[in-house]
């Protein structure tokens, strides 16, 4: 199957006055049709800058972005308003990333007036509004609310009610349920299935919690300091985690059962290390209990170890048995 979004190399870097940072830094990989890729990192790995990069919040500072087999690295402002009628975010925080001063209602409608969809027939919008509210389980009673009246479940479910507005094919979720209860993160979780399974939709999948993407994500990519270290099949990667780091991540997953055993905790030590002009050598080595000389003298590439395995690591043979 051709792949439907495909990253070559992406950088995405800051000046400060410190240096650059290397927010994102070579990252590539493909994503095919209504499949889900799973990201997951500790906070500040450039998991949320990846995912804004791709749909051009921000602008990459090199690299290819190709979507549908054609070339957005950097679109037009007709070919960028275009492209936001099929790639749309929703983000983290749901009541930060809602106009206070709008409706439910009307922040879903919004997109469609900007886009002019339907020949900007009111009645017909209204309609497609009430739709989409039936569609992400919002009561319509709820049309003429305002976000500080909804809880978290709810302002979430608008934010997904908006990114639906104006038909998508491709999504971009930035820790949707971080911020919400345990009971909703699962009903929000099982909505975008629903819907990924209804609609045909793709997603790129952001979250620090393994254990959320393990029902959800068909992959899952493992960044650390701006770098892609691992990115395997979801089963593969819990079965046969290779990278040091994406061990003890996994590791670090509770066990909801009394009486079955886990693995060891491995317990991360050490300084971790600054992205501003970071230098030529592993960047997790300062963490790492398995390191080699060969780690402090060059960063190893991400390399095809297994069948749709890929892994960045100078040791990678020491694990791949285990």
Not at 216 to 223: G, K, P
Not at 263 to 277: M, V, Y
Request: aromatic share 6%; proline share 6%; glycine share 6%.
């Amino acid at each position: 199957m051709a792949d439907y979004l495909r990253i070559e190399n992406l950088k995405k870097y800051f000046k400060t006055a410190k240096g650059t940072v290397h927010a994102v830094d070579d990252v590539s990989f493909s994503i095919e049709r209504g499949k889900t890729l799973g990201v997951v990192g500790e906070s500040g790995c450039g998991k949320s800058t990846l995912g804004r990069c791709i749909i051009h919040l921000l602008e990459p500072t090199s690299g290819k972005i190709f979507f549908d087999g054609a070339d957005i690295t950097k679109p037009t402002p007709e070919e960028q308003k275009a492209l936001r009628q099929r790639m749309q975010m929703i983000f983290q925080d749901p009541f930060s990333s809602l106009n206070p001063r709008m409706t439910v209602a009307d922040s879903i409608l919004e997109p469609m007036e900007i886009h002019h969809m339907y020949d900007g027939d009111k009645d017909r919008q209204r309609e497609e509004v009430a739709r989409i509210m039936d569609t992400v389980g919002l009561a319509r009673r709820l049309a003429d609310s305002y976000p500080h009246e909804l809880d978290g479940g709810r302002r979430q479910r608008v934010g997904i009610a908006r990114a639906l507005a104006l038909q998508p094919d491709f999504i971009v979720c930035d820790e949707p349920v971080s911020a919400l209860d345990v009971s909703i993160q699962a009903q929000i979780l099982n909505l975008l299935q629903d819907l990924k399974e209804q609609m045909g939709l793709t997603f790129i999948f952001i979250t620090h919690d393994l254990s959320v993407v393990n029902h959800f994500a068909d992959e899952i990519a493992v960044m650390y300091l701006g770098q892609l270290i691992e990115k395997a099949p979801t089963e593969e990667l819990f079965d046969h985690p290779i990278h040091p780091y994406t061990r003890a991540l996994l590791s670090a997953i509770p066990i909801p059962e009394v009486g079955i055993s886990r693995p060891e905790r491995i317990l991360l030590k050490g300084e971790i290390s600054s992205p501003i002009d970071p230098p030529d050598e592993c960047r997790f080595a300062k963490r790492c209990i398995y390191t080699c000389d060969q780690c402090h003298q060059s960063c190893p590439k991400l390399m095809e170890v297994r069948p749709g395995h890929f892994v960045s690591c100078h040791l990678w043979k020491d694990f791949l048995s285990e």
